[in-house]
Structures are given as structure tokens and as C-alpha cells.
């Protein structure tokens, strides 16, 4: 009893999150949402058939049907997280698990009332309403569906939606100057910014801030808005959602959010042996893709019901209804399906699709008859033959020119051309299929931003990464050909090598080298793994990955700006020589340019304040975004961590003022320390320092780092390892009695901002259109207010 006390305890807990996160939820989420539920065109099994509750449990509860294995009132569900209440507060009465009101119930989904968070500035930019958005369903049975989208609506805000732990962040940015910049019904950065959130997701905390509060656009948009919801329900504006007054009250009146929903957390396999599996007869398991496991049950082909109450599902009488059957003439029900039949006096098939039935006629010759239909028959089985692999000819030919060009394939061969690249092996899907198995989870390296990495095994033995992209739109396919013709053209030991790509299949393919020691983030913020990563290890990464980004910006054919140079996208070969990848957000710069405006992109931590504000992209960018890296090697911490103190949460600015306050040697990793010499600590230091200056003139080249770089490699004796020194040692060790005590201390990873975006991993995604003269604080320890 103490034990289901605590248990509903914890659900109001839960859902009660839900519902106060907005100052005005209680009483606006009303019959509105429910309608626009009741158009999704989810079809439901469960709710079909004489009996789809337990016996004495009411079917309905206003206009909302409530199938088992859900139930409203006591001993009515199959557990308490799927026991509803019924408020007759209301007219008509309304469904309600914990605070949250139930709009609609399928086989694998509900439909529940939303949240919204919102922020309004007057003209001076002083905030006169603000009300937050956040969710916890841990552990109940449900999780928020992919058919959600995390929205953020105004025209100079940003919000992030943060996971548990900080296990990932997703966010956007919404910005526009004037109200004309505003398109009704277009999503894309613009006054309206929206992005997925992960399969599996059971928590989030929305964080909604503004770059000027509204101040150059408080006359048409006042307010910000960020919510979580079913991405069909909302259709954007314009400029009459920016200036509406009420469009937190019809978002939760219209929009609701759906939730996945499964029983118990084991799968098909497992819950079959159990004593409380819950699939009856006439049904079948299936294993929930939720993300969070479980498993529901579905009707056997041919039969209806509720498979989770007794008896099971019963069959379907198909010829009780015409539309169900191709009969002419007689039906025969059977369990599962129906037979047709013909009656006396006629023969064939029975069925209107087929040979019917035909009228015995006995004057007509039986030799004459049976020679028309073989000779019938046989002309029809050639001709169908000839037609069938004519047709399957012509459909898999227009089947590849279709995904060809749909791949960027014209775009390709053109780059390709004009660039002379003629060395590059075009692989055919089948010969990837083969070499990963048909694409097995056991396969995966990875989840990059904008797809997934498999491992492959080629005919010749030759073991591959092979890149695939998860979805297909326009950008994506201009930053795989993007990456494609960057890496033609690059051929450094330190650049991971393309071998070669695939357009045949419906999402293109990259093939590259496989490297198999994982990402150097990895290696620093692991402690456990880091006996091989001396300090003599590390000036050698950072020298090699400096010289092949040297390469790229001033060797390569044409200049090459990474753009998201961070630890992540460094990876480390089997004998933990450098490798730089991940070119997707990668531009090509003629030797006549100097800078590129563009869409700002990068990852949170190691991004250009300069680029983020100007949008204004050199090569210098890919400078301020390797001393962050330089940074990371030295002190062995993560570049942003709002665990840390409000000092230390932006890793480059800590340093910088670390530095200028000669408190470098307090904070370097304590093996840094022991190894290094004191010249190439304060060397590196400073050069870290030069690279991670706010004006992007004042950081030297790649080609100056590399240099320098490749210099201090020469000095590998440590000059406190002299006896007329040793006391200078320990000092600066902090008169620690064992060094190794304060190198093996674990350092926090939990990373709210890290957004990773390497070949072979993946935290989250962030996106969306920047313009903004007062954001460099967000990238140097302040947040904006």
C-alpha cells in the first residue's frame, strides 16, 4: 500500500511539471486541442469490436473512447500508469492522467494537452511577462513521439530544449529585422525556427532568451514563444502569430503534443516467458521503436478487437460486407479470411478479379474449348512475361536516374569534371549492403548531424566507413556533394580519405578510410583511457591536426575553411596519428576572396565570436576554433559546462584570463604539468591565447601554428626533473604529495551545450538563421538576460 502511495506520488509529480510550467495553462487547453486530434488519420484496431473495455469499466468519457489496456477509474486499466480520471467538472466530461488532459488514444500513441513557454518585452526592452515550459515523464510507460517538434516563435530569440543530464541540447534561432522578412506558412529561421527532438525523449526544460528584448522589433512581435508539439497541428502564420495577443491560448487550445506509449519496458521475446504477457489470442507482439522499450500487441490479419482483453481478437466476417470481399457469386467466411466458391451449373475461380464463373455450356466442344484456353492462356503468359520485365526494366532504370539526380548527381559529375577528380570509385548499393551486413545496428560507428556512419568490410578485405545520410531534403544534398568535391581534392596523411561515394541508393552514400581509435574528445574527456595520452602525444596531435588544417587553407587546390574544427571531428588511427573530418559544413574559397558571408554554423564552445556576429567566415575561424582545441589539450577540459563555476563554465574565456593572470600552471592538467617544459607550456599557452583573440586580425595562420607548433616539439626534457629546480616543481604542483593522485581525479563531462557533429558521434543538432551585433557574451561565459 506505502509502495503505490509513493508510486502516484511520483506520477502527480511528474505531470504536475507539465501543467505549471505556464502561468495560464490550466484553463485554455479545452475542447480545442481535442478537435484538432480527432484529425489525424492514425488508424485504430483497438477501439474496434464489441468489447474494447474490461467488463463494468465505462467505454467513454466524454467524447474521448478509452480502450484497455487504458481504463478510467480503479481496477480498470492494466496499471496504474494507464488509469485514467474522469472530471465531471466539466461539459462534456474530460479525461485526465495526473494534471495532463488525454485528447486521444490510439494503438501506439495519445494525444495530451501542451505547454508554452513565454517571454514579452516592452518597447525599452524590460521583460513584463515571462512563464517557462518543462516536462518529466521518467519512468512511466510513455515518451514524447517524433511526430513532435520543439518550435520557437518571435523575431529576435533564441531558446534551447535541454534533455536530462544534459544528455543533449536542441535549439534554434529565430531572427528577422523587419516584419517583411516574414513569410506565412515557412518555418525556417525567419520569425519561426523548429527542429526534432530525439527518439525517446521523457524529459525537457525549455530556455527561452532574446539577443536586444525585442527592441528593434517590439511594433509587430512583443513576445516569444517556444513549445513542444504535433508537428501537422501548427501551420505558421506570419506576422499575424508574431502580433497576436492570444497565440499562447490558441496553441494550447489547437496544438497538441503526442506521446509514444508501450507496455512495460521488455521485449516480445522476453515478455512472451513471462507470467503477465499481455497479448491474447488472435494477436501478435510487437516491439515498441519508442526508444525507451516495451512492447503492444496488434490483431492477427483478418481478425478486429482489443487483443489485450479475453477472449482476443475475433474474426473478421468479410462476406458479411460486399466491400470486404471479391466475390461474384459465393463467400465462405473462414477464420482469418474467406474462399470463394461458384455455384452448381458454373465453374472457376469465383472471384471478380479473377476467372469469375463461368456457365457450363454442353454443346460446345470440349476439345475446341480446351485448346482455346491453353493457347489463350499461353499467349497471355508471354505477353504478361514480356510486359512484366519491360516494365521492371524501365522502372529500375528511371528508379536510378531518379535518385541520381535526387542525390545531386548532376551536380557531382559537373564538380567532378571541372575539377578534373576522374579517381574516384563509384560504389553500387549492393556492394555496401554486402559490406555492412544490409546495414545491421551492430554495424553503427556512429550518429553524425546530418546521418549515420557503418562500418564495411569490402570484397577486398579492405575494412571502410561508410557515411549515410538519415533523411533527404536540398540542404543535406548540397552538404554531402559539398563534402564530397572538398575531399577529391584533398590528399593529406592527416585528412581522413574519401575512396569513393554511392548515388544508386534512395540516400547517398560516402565511402572513407576506416579509423578505429574513435575521436580525440573522446580520449580527453574519458580518464580512463588515457595512459597513452603523454604530453609528447599531445603536442604531436595538436602539430599534426594544425598542419593538415594548414594544408587545407593555404596547399589545398583551392582554400578550404573547415568550419567546425573541434576535438570531435579529430579522429585517431591505430597508431594515434591525427585525422581531421567531418567536411559537411565545409566551404570552398576561391584564391581572389579573403572572407564569405554565410549562414552561420558550427558547434556552441569552439565557434568564431567574430563569424557568429559578422557571419562574416575566414580562415581565421578555423584559428579561433583550434586554440579552443589547443585549450582542451592542455587542461583537459570540456569547452562549456554549466556545472562548473560561472569563471570556468566557457572553457576559452577561463583560459584567456587565466593566462593574463599568470594562473596558467593552475589550471593545466596535472600529467600536462608533470611532463612538459616549463618553454613549451608557456610557448603554447600563448599561442593557445593568440588564437582564441575576439579580433580575428591579431590570431596568427594555421600555417604560424602549425610552424610553432613543430618547433616546440623539439623540447621534450623537463627542466623540474633538475635537481637545482625541484623545489620550483613542486611548487608549482601545488604541493600535491602524489601527482598521479590529481591526474587520475575524474573531470565532469556533463556537457548541456556540447553539440557534436563528427563522422562518428552525435549529441544533438543546432540550428537556424543568425544576425546579431551584441551575442559575443554567449560564447565567453555570460548569457544574455
Not at 531518379?402 to 569534371?417: A, C, M, R, T
Not at 570484397?459 to 533523411?471: F, G, L, M, Q, Y
Not at 604541493?735 to 575524474?746: K, M, V
Amino acid at each position: 500500500m506505502q509502495m503505490y502511495f509513493l508510486r502516484r506520488v511520483a506520477w502527480i509529480f511528474f505531470f504536475g511539471l507539465l501543467s505549471a510550467a505556464a502561468v495560464t495553462n490550466s484553463s485554455t487547453a479545452g475542447s480545442g486541442a481535442s478537435a484538432a486530434a480527432t484529425n489525424t488519420t492514425i488508424i485504430s484496431t483497438i477501439t474496434k469490436g464489441a468489447t474494447i473495455t474490461k467488463p463494468g469499466c465505462p467505454r467513454q468519457c466524454g467524447n474521448l473512447t478509452v480502450p484497455y489496456p487504458f481504463g478510467v477509474g480503479s481496477g480498470c486499466a492494466i496499471g496504474e500508469w494507464f488509469e485514467l480520471n474522469c472530471s465531471t467538472a466539466f461539459n462534456p466530461p474530460r479525461a485526465f492522467l495526473g494534471t495532463i488532459q488525454i485528447y486521444d488514444i490510439s494503438d501506439s500513441q495519445m494525444r495530451v494537452s501542451n505547454v508554452v513557454a513565454k517571454k514579452c518585452y516592452d518597447k525599452s526592452g524590460a521583460v513584463i511577462h515571462q512563464n517557462t515550459a518543462s516536462s518529466s515523464i521518467i519512468g512511466t510507460p510513455f515518451s514524447y513521439s517524433e511526430l513532435n517538434k520543439f518550435t520557437v516563435i518571435g523575431c529576435d530569440d533564441v531558446a534551447l530544449m535541454i534533455g536530462p543530464g544534459g544528455n543533449f541540447t536542441s535549439g534554434c534561432f529565430s531572427l528577422c529585422s523587419n516584419k517583411e522578412d516574414v513569410s506565412e506558412g515557412y518555418c525556417s529561421g525567419i520569425g519561426c525556427c523548429k527542429t526534432p527532438a530525439p527518439k525517446g525523449l521523457q524529459y525537457y526544460i525549455t530556455s527561452l532568451s532574446s539577443l536586444k528584448n525585442h527592441t528593434n522589433v517590439a511594433s509587430f512581435d512583443p513576445c516569444s514563444y517556444a513549445f513542444l508539439g504535433e508537428e501537422e497541428s501548427f501551420t505558421f502564420r506570419g506576422v499575424a502569430d508574431l502580433s497576436d495577443p492570444t497565440f499562447m491560448e490558441r496553441i494550447l487550445e489547437t496544438v497538441p503534443v503526442v506521446l509514444d506509449w508501450a507496455l512495460g519496458n521488455l521485449t516480445c521475446r522476453e515478455a512472451q516467458i513471462s507470467s503477465d504477457y499481455a497479448c491474447k489470442d488472435n494477436s501478435f507482439c510487437v516491439d515498441a521503436d519508442n526508444g525507451i522499450g516495451g512492447y503492444r500487441c496488434s490483431c492477427n490479419k483478418g481478425y478486429e478487437g482489443n487483443p489485450y482483453l479475453n477472449p482476443g481478437c475475433r474474426d473478421i466476417d468479410e462476406c458479411a460486407d460486399p466491400n470486404s470481399n471479391n466475390c461474384e457469386r459465393i463467400c465462405i467466411n473462414k477464420p482469418g479470411g474467406f474462399n470463394c466458391s461458384c455455384p452448381h451449373g458454373y465453374y472457376g475461380d469465383g472471384r471478380m478479379d479473377g476467372r469469375g464463373c463461368i456457365a457450363n455450356n454442353s454443346e460446345f466442344p470440349v476439345i475446341k474449348f480446351s485448346l482455346g484456353i491453353g493457347f489463350g492462356f499461353l499467349s497471355l503468359v508471354i505477353a504478361i512475361t514480356w510486359l512484366y520485365f519491360s516494365l521492371k526494366k524501365r522502372k529500375l532504370i528511371k528508379m536510378r536516374e531518379k535518385f541520381f539526380q535526387q542525390n545531386g548527381g548532376l551536380l557531382l559529375k559537373q564538380q567532378i569534371s571541372s575539377n578534373d577528380q576522374g579517381n574516384t570509385k563509384i560504389f553500387t548499393a549492393e556492394e555496401l549492403e554486402k559490406a555492412t551486413n544490409n546495414y545491421v545496428e551492430e554495424r553503427i560507428l556512429g550518429r553524425g548531424g546530418y546521418g549515420i556512419v557503418y562500418k564495411g568490410i569490402l570484397p577486398d578485405k579492405r575494412v571502410v566507413a561508410i557515411k549515410k545520410s538519415r533523411v533527404m531534403d536540398q540542404s543535406q544534398i548540397e552538404q554531402f556533394i559539398n563534402e564530397m568535391i572538398i575531399l577529391t581534392q584533398v590528399n593529406h596523411r592527416n585528412v581522413v580519405k574519401l575512396l569513393g561515394c554511392c548515388l544508386e541508393s534512395e540516400v547517398p552514400l560516402l565511402v572513407y578510410e576506416y579509423v578505429s581509435n574513435g575521436t580525440l574528445y573522446q580520449h580527453i574527456s574519458n580518464k580512463g583511457s588515457m595512459t597513452w595520452l603523454s604530453w609528447e602525444n599531445r603536442l604531436r596531435i595538436a602539430s599534426e591536426a594544425a598542419g593538415a588544417l594548414s594544408y587545407l587553407h593555404s596547399a589545398a587546390s583551392m582554400p578550404v575553411i573547415h568550419r567546425d574544427v573541434k576535438s570531435a571531428n579529430i579522429l585517431l588511427d591505430e597508431y594515434y596519428t591525427a585525422k581531421i573530418s567531418d567536411f559537411g559544413a565545409s566551404r570552398l574559397i576561391s584564391l581572389d576572396q579573403t572572407e564569405v558571408t554565410t549562414l552561420v554554423q558550427g558547434t556552441l564552445g569552439y565557434l568564431d565570436p567574430e563569424y557568429f556576429h559578422t557571419s562574416q567566415l575566414t580562415e581565421k575561424s578555423d584559428v579561433y576554433s583550434f586554440g579552443v582545441v589547443l585549450a582542451e589539450l592542455l587542461t583537459g577540459k570540456i569547452p562549456l559546462d554549466i556545472q562548473r563555476s560561472q569563471e570556468e563554465k566557457n572553457l576559452a574565456t577561463y583560459f584567456i584570463m587565466s593566462v593574463k593572470e599568470n594562473r596558467l600552471f593552475s589550471i593545466l592538467e596535472p600529467r600536462v604539468l608533470r611532463e612538459g617544459t616549463l618553454e613549451q607550456l608557456q610557448s603554447i599557452a600563448e599561442l593557445a591565447k593568440r588564437c582564441l583573440s575576439l579580433n580575428g586580425e591579431n590570431r596568427p595562420t594555421m600555417k604560424e601554428v602549425a610552424m610553432e607548433l613543430e618547433g616546440l616539439k623539439k623540447f621534450t626534457k623537463h627542466p623540474w626533473a633538475n635537481q637545482s629546480v625541484q623545489e620550483q616543481g613542486v611548487g608549482l604542483m601545488n604541493n600535491q604529495s602524489e601527482a598521479s593522485d590529481l591526474y587520475t581525479a575524474p573531470i565532469t563531462s556533463n556537457d548541456l551545450y556540447s553539440i557534436q557533429m563528427g563522422p562518428y558521434t552525435s549529441t544533438g543538432e543546432f540550428s537556424g538563421q543568425y544576425r546579431s551585433d551584441s551575442t559575443l557574451l554567449m560564447f565567453h561565459g555570460n548569457s544574455p538576460r
